[in-house]
T-cell receptor, first 112, second 116 residues
Framework: SQQGEEDPQALSIQEGENATMNCSYK?????LQWYRQNSGRGLVHLIL?????REKHSGRLRVTLDTSKKSSSLLITASRAADTASYFCATALNQAGTALIFGKGTTLSVSS | GAVVSQHPSWVICKSGTSVKIECRSL??????MFWYRQFPKQSLMLMAT?????????EQGVEKDKFLINHASLTLSTLTVTSAHPEDSSFYIC????????????FGPGTRLLVL
């Protein structure tokens, strides 16, 4: 089953602009993770935020988590053409080692 | 870091044949592995949880007799798509959780299956 919804479904921006993607989920979680997938390829893990954390940074990525609203956002600053990909949030319902439930994803297109 | 491999990376087969996909943890042991399916332009859907030495656990709506899972060792899980049909054409991805209570999942590169 799918845990969450992401919006927008598709996002087109120019290089240098910021991209914000949102993810909502339905049940209580242990952690939430964001992944990138280039067309037809495997997943690349971007960042993990635990349920007791509110914000996390990694390079040009900033993730927020609001457990009261059951939502998360991924911000990519100063986007590059190479950031063009699909982005998925995924939630882990329980402790480490459980399956991830993926959101529907946002397709990001960055044009130069 | 931990690496998960899949073989083959892509396969084309005729309708009615069976296809086996392997998922290996290369430098760590995985008592549990997960199999996902991804249709074009869609998200990943969990199909089943593969447990070493015991039966797999299938998600609702996934036919266990059609998607046979075997986890015979601590580093290998196989997914066999039996009597494949064109609607089984998809991208199949496996993952294994990190060891030591780590929350990170390690994903294989995926196997693209095309059934003609």
């Amino acid at each position: 089953s799918q845990q969450g919804e992401e919006d927008p479904q598709a996002l087109s921006i120019q290089e240098g602009e910021n991209a914000t993607m949102n993810c909502s989920y339905k049940t209580s979680i242990n952690n939430l993770q964001w992944y990138r997938q280039n067309s037809g390829r495997g997943l690349v893990h971007l960042i993990l935020i635990r349920s007791n954390e509110r914000e996390k940074h990694s390079g040009r990525l900033r993730v927020t988590l609001d457990t009261s609203k059951k939502s998360s956002s991924l911000l990519i600053t100063a986007s590059r053409a190479a950031d063009t990909a699909s982005y998925f949030c995924a939630t882990a319902l329980n402790q480490a080692g459980t399956a991830l439930i993926f959101g529907k994803g946002t397709t990001l297109s960055v044009s130069s | 870091g931990a690496v998960v491999s899949q073989h083959p990376s892509w396969v084309i087969c005729k309708s009615g044949t069976s296809v086996k996909i392997e998922c290996r943890s290369l430098d760590f042991q995985a008592t549990t592995m997960f199999w996902y399916r991804q249709f074009p332009k869609q998200s990943l859907m969990l199909m089943a949880t593969s447990n070493e030495g015991s039966k797999a656990t299938y998600e609702q709506g996934v036919e266990k007799d059609k998607f046979l899972i075997n986890h015979a060792s601590l580093t290998l899980s196989t997914l066999t798509v039996t009597s494949a049909h064109p609607e089984d054409s998809s991208f199949y991805i496996c993952s294994a959780p990190g060891t030591g209570g780590l929350e990170t999942q390690y994903f294989g590169p995926g196997t693209r299956l095309l059934v003609l």
